[in-house]
């Protein structure tokens, strides 16, 4: 009771700050999707968020996603938003409703194959590196990523509906926004391209750069530290 007490006045300070940075460029707030994002936190985190009012949640690792997800009840959208692997295609098909960290032809072609198996389709996003930090995943290039949507567009298990990227860890406001505003162009240039046609979720932002990926045009931000504190891992 208490958490979720403390819980439910950390979204509402989050969503109003979504609200003036919405207000601000002039973007209208419910446009704007706020995931939860659960990593390193226990299970009972997610049971408050849930609580609380969140449905929408995010984890890095396929195994700390299954202990954590697998045995609660319905009614959450659950993200994969860390890289991955194409050992864990299987078990990440039974447990996402999308994977936004889609940085490979090979991994896209990997989940296909077990989407296509349990009879599924599910969504993804197509990550780029926008910061140029090698510790960072996605596709490296605007150019690279295109080359791969080419063949990842045809798989039939798989919605492409967007991109994502995590912005650099910088104390530069000017090379965060930069950084969005590169993500931003390429998801113009592909919606205005018309060949996709569930396009619509740009994913960007976490707690310190939620703001400025709003002022950019995220639709979907994803925030941990400021719902619920700080991870004693990672
Ligand atoms: C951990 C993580 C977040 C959330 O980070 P906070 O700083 O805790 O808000 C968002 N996106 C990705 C990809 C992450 O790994």
């Known amino acids: 009771?208490?958490?979720v007490g403390t819980i439910t006045s950390a979204i509402a300070a989050v969503r109003d700050r979504?609200?003036?940075?919405?207000?601000?460029?002039?973007?209208?707030?419910?446009?704007?999707r706020l995931m939860a994002v659960t990593k390193g936190f226990p299970q009972q985190v997610v049971l408050d968020a849930r609580a609380a009012g969140l449905s929408l949640f995010?984890?890095?690792?396929?195994?700390e996603a299954e202990q954590k997800y697998l045995d609660l009840p319905g009614g959450l959208?659950?993200?994969?938003?860390?890289?991955?692997?194409?050992n864990k295609a299987r078990a990440a098909s039974g447990l996402f409703a999308c994977v936004q960290s889609i940085?490979?032809?090979?991994?896209?072609?990997?989940?296909?194959a077990k989407c296509e198996e349990r009879g599924r389709t599910m969504d993804i996003l197509l990550e780029l590196n926008t910061s140029g930090e090698p510790t960072k995943s996605g596709f490296l290039s605007r150019r690279e990523l295109l080359a791969g949507l080419e063949s990842i567009g045809r798989?039939?298990?798989l919605r492409v509906r967007g991109l994502m990227t995590v912005g650099p860890l910088s104390e530069d406001r000017e090379r965060i926004h930069s950084s969005f505003a590169m993500l931003r162009s390429v998801f113009e240039e592909l919606?205005?391209?018309?060949?996709?046609?569930?396009f619509d979720t740009l994913s960007m932002g976490m707690s310190s750069d939620f703001e400025i990926a709003i002022?950019?045009?995220?639709?979907?931000?994803?925030?941990?530290t400021a719902l619920f504190g700080h991870r004693e891992q990672k």
């Open 1 to 3: 009771m208490e958490m």
């Open 18 to 32: 979504i609200s003036a940075a919405a207000q601000r460029a002039g973007r209208d707030p419910s446009g704007i």
């Open 58 to 63: 995010g984890e890095n690792r396929v195994q």
């Open 77 to 86: 959208e659950l993200h994969l938003i860390g890289h991955l692997q194409r």
């Open 103 to 112: 940085d490979r032809a090979e991994t896209a072609e990997a989940l296909h």
């Open 155 to 157: 798989l039939a298990s």
């Open 191 to 198: 919606r205005a391209g018309g060949g996709l046609p569930f």
């Open 215 to 224: 002022e950019e045009g995220a639709t979907l931000v994803r925030v941990g």
